[in-house]
């Protein structure tokens, strides 16, 4: 961190990253390479991108509140779940070196990409099979991931959601925001009290996130599912690439 200019830097990226993220894309393609533009090393800058996305969770709920109504049962039953898998996530992470998935992840989520793409044949396919044990296997495994490292997660989760839960876009974002708040918020305490966190970069990048996450939402609520499914669908696939390339941030 290098002053007022990285504070306004990691603020603005906020701001997008949590629109990109809570409108069904990929926060992580925004703000984690703001934080190493920041100065940030990519392990210090990997914990403060979890813990800084906590701001996002109750933004999203505020806006979500139509798609939210109704669904406190489905959420009580699968937020535990996602909230048990991030606290696996953050405590590998502080276990094992950095970027042991590094190889693995852009093909994950390259492939949550595709399945965007192609959701509408692919519910078909589920609601002719028993596939039932798919979204408990699954959760648990992204939601490790997504408190490990992250990147990517929202639009795996979402494409998930979209297959084995609820085939409209905007409701499947609203419980794809709520499962990945509540994984990231586990993860974010277990940092805060075991390991070194930048609050200088945290800080800034929060209130970003937060003002992104209210309107994010709405884009969603507005704009066609025809529309957004590939727009987030290509936005993971340059994730995918990047992560590709350049593994270790």
Not at 107 to 129: I, K, Y
Not at 224 to 238: F, I, T, Y
């Given at each position: ?8 830097l ?92 590094a ?48 990147a990517?997660?929202g ?18 974002n ?48 507005r ?27």
């Open positions: 961190m290098n002053g007022v200019g990285d504070v306004l990691l603020a603005a990226a906020g701001v997008l990253a949590g629109l990109v993220g809570t409108a069904g894309g990929i926060t992580s393609l925004i703000s984690y390479p703001a934080l190493l533009a920041a100065g940030l090393p990519a392990l210090a800058a990997n914990v403060a991108n979890i813990v800084a996305a906590v701001a996002c969770w109750p933004g999203a709920a505020l806006a979500s509140r139509p798609e939210l109504a109704g669904q406190g049962p489905w959420l009580r039953r699968w937020v535990p779940v996602a909230g048990l898998g991030g606290a696996a996530g953050s405590a590998l992470l502080m276990s094992t070196p950095p970027g042991v998935f190889r693995i992840v852009p093909f994950l989520v390259a492939a949550g990409s595709l399945a965007l793409l192609v959701q509408p044949r692919l519910a078909a396919l589920r609601r002719h099979s028993d596939g039932g044990v798919l979204l408990p296997v699954a959760l648990v495994a992204l939601s490790v991931y997504s408190g490990y490292f992250g990517g997660s639009v795996m989760v979402l494409a998930l959601l979209l297959i084995t839960s609820e085939p409209h876009l905007p409701t499947a609203a419980l794809k925001n709520m499962l990945l708040g509540a994984g990231v918020l586990v993860s974010a305490a277990a940092f805060a009290v075991f390991t070194p966190v930048a609050w200088s970069a945290v800080v800034p990048l929060s209130v970003g996130l937060f003002a992104g996450s209210t309107l994010g939402p709405l884009v969603t609520r704009v066609p599912a025809r529309v957004l499914r590939p727009l987030v669908a290509l936005v993971g696939l340059v994730l995918a690439v990047t992560l590709w390339v350049q593994p270790d941030g």
